[in-house]
């Protein structure tokens, strides 16, 4: 049976899976959502026995249904293959006390990269399915990891441009030379000053804004979304969990149908979310531990029900989770409140009015799959470090979080199921915070930095990294957020 995806603003008709992919966001302001969540068709051990393409298609299939198998096989296998620097695509350590499934073996060696190495083709193909014959033209705000590995999946790609708008001074320095020394006719590359809530409120008025999209009609542009709420960054996602379970299944780890924790550092909740989705297509999931750092709006949510970005935006040594606002929360709190258009929309309403939203008791007890928690820099620091003495592993500062606040997370219930942590960003993007953390020298060039972490940690700089040593600056615009409609309209010749 088909599965269809409708807005969480209004009734409007459900479209198709490629449709919403083309889309990326709806009229209507709302993200799209399965109109029924599927029920995986293999049991858990059979995919115990597949390996990540394989695993890949049968999880895809049964959420993108209107694609082809032949269309969908051939997303996957261009997307997962030796781009990535290990064959598994993404695989499981097991320390003393946790499973850190390592997501960073991607092309920009953060996991992002496991959604955006497959959405251009995700994207292509919805074109073509849907004789869509105009370039489109994606649309990027970025706390720093979703732009490199965005423009990694788009660069060079035949009727697609991409524009990538980050936080000047909010990202790593890795992250910004990653980013400005794209190469690509079809890319451009924008800091501004402001912060990533800035940039992504601007993106979705850009977005949105009628005028404009009329007038790139007219010159034969169309705009998508690769940010984590197009439902093609969403669905890709779900993979990874049944697959790292799978494993542990496999491994003899665990026995089918036990049920798992999966604690995952969180900023616009598009990763734990497809967790979620991965639950409710019937993965045996006990909790979900949503970390976050000292811009922690998700933990005060979980804990008091009540939403309010109104405070400081800090920029923390974890910065593609500094965020306020986590896009991909609307979804859930949709599926929370029995599925009311008319609901989600006045919650929105009042976010964007207000700053903030509070829901029923009722609605509380719906979500009590998540735990929430936070870590400042401090604790996150003293994590690495922990971690790295104890078991000679390195975490980055967005694992770490997580990691720390599952730590928390056992020592105040007790609970003992196994958990899977997500590590979602190699070390050496971001260095000199893994530097500090373990008490070394961190007042280095870049580049000594990586050679220095490779020494002391033992693992091999990435090639990505690598790359920055003889990469050329390509983009060097930096405007206020205002300037940025006029940046999209530069870069389109409009
Ligand atoms: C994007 C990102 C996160 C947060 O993921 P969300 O899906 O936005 O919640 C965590 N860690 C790293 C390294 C990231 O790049």
Not at 179 to 186: A, I, K, L, P, R
Request: aromatic residues 10%.
């Amino acid at each position: 049976m088909e599965v269809k995806y409708r807005s969480t603003r209004s009734d409007s008709a459900p479209i198709t899976a490629s449709r919403a992919i083309l889309e990326g966001l709806s009229d209507d302001g709302g993200l799209f959502v399965p109109t029924r969540i599927p029920s995986l068709d293999r049991s858990l051990a059979e995919f115990a026995a597949m390996d990540y393409r394989e695993t890949a298609y049968h999880v895809m299939k049964l959420l993108l249904s209107d694609f082809t198998e032949e269309e969908l096989r051939g997303c996957i296998d261009r997307a997962y293959d030796s781009k990535f620097d290990i064959p598994e695509i993404a695989r499981l350590h097991e320390t003393s006390d946790a499973y850190y499934l390592e997501l960073f073996h991607g092309p920009t060696i953060a996991f992002k990269d496991m959604a955006l190495s497959i959405l251009p083709h995700l994207l292509i193909t919805a074109a073509a399915k849907n004789h869509e014959d105009r370039t489109i033209v994606i649309l990027t705000a970025t706390s720093g990891d979703t732009g490199k590995a965005a423009l990694a999946g788009f660069a060079g790609v035949k009727g697609t441009r991409i524009a990538v708008f980050y936080p000047k001074d909010g990202v790593s320095t890795i992250q910004e030379r990653q980013m400005v020394t794209t190469v690509g006719e079809n890319t451009r590359v924008i800091g501004i000053h402001g912060n990533f809530d800035n940039a992504q409120s601007a993106v979705k008025e850009i977005f949105s804004d009628r005028a404009l999209r009329a007038e790139m009609a007219e010159k034969g542009y169309r705009f998508s979304s690769a940010n984590s709420i197009n439902i093609g960054r969403l669905v890709p996602q779900i993979v990874y969990y049944i697959y790292s379970y799978a494993r542990l299944l496999a491994a003899g780890r665990i026995k089918e149908g036990q049920a798992v924790n999966f604690a995952v550092p969180t900023g616009n909740f598009g990763n734990i979310l497809a967790a979620y989705y991965a639950g409710r297509m019937g993965l045996p999931i006990h909790k979900l531990i949503c970390a976050s750092n000292s811009n922690k709006v998700l933990y005060d949510f979980f804990r008091t029900g009540t939403y309010d970005k109104n405070r400081d935006f800090l920029l923390t040594t974890s910065p593609s989770m500094d965020i306020l606002i986590s896009s991909n929360l609307e979804r859930l709190l949709f599926h929370a409140d029995g599925e009311d258009p008319a609901a989600c929309a006045a919650r929105m309403e009042e976010l964007s009015q207000t700053g903030v939203y509070t829901i029923s008791e009722k609605m509380k007890e719906n979500l009590s799959l998540f735990y929430g928690g936070w870590a400042d820099d401090a604790k996150t620091a003293a994590r690495i470090r922990a971690v790295f003495e104890k078991e000679g592993y390195l975490l980055d500062p967005h694992t770490a979080v997580a990691s720390s606040v599952y730590e928390e997370y056992r020592k105040e219930t007790g609970d003992e199921t196994p958990v899977i942590i997500d590590f979602t960003a190699s070390p050496f993007k971001f260095e000199k915070a893994v530097m500090e953390a373990i008490g070394q020298p961190s007042d280095l060039s870049d580049l000594e930095l990586a050679d220095r972490l490779s020494e002391v940690s033992g693992v091999k700089v990435p090639a990505a990294v690598e790359a920055l040593r003889t990469a050329r600056v390509m983009h060097d615009i930096v405007c206020d957020q205002e300037e940025m409609m006029g940046q999209v309209r530069d870069f389109l010749g409009l």
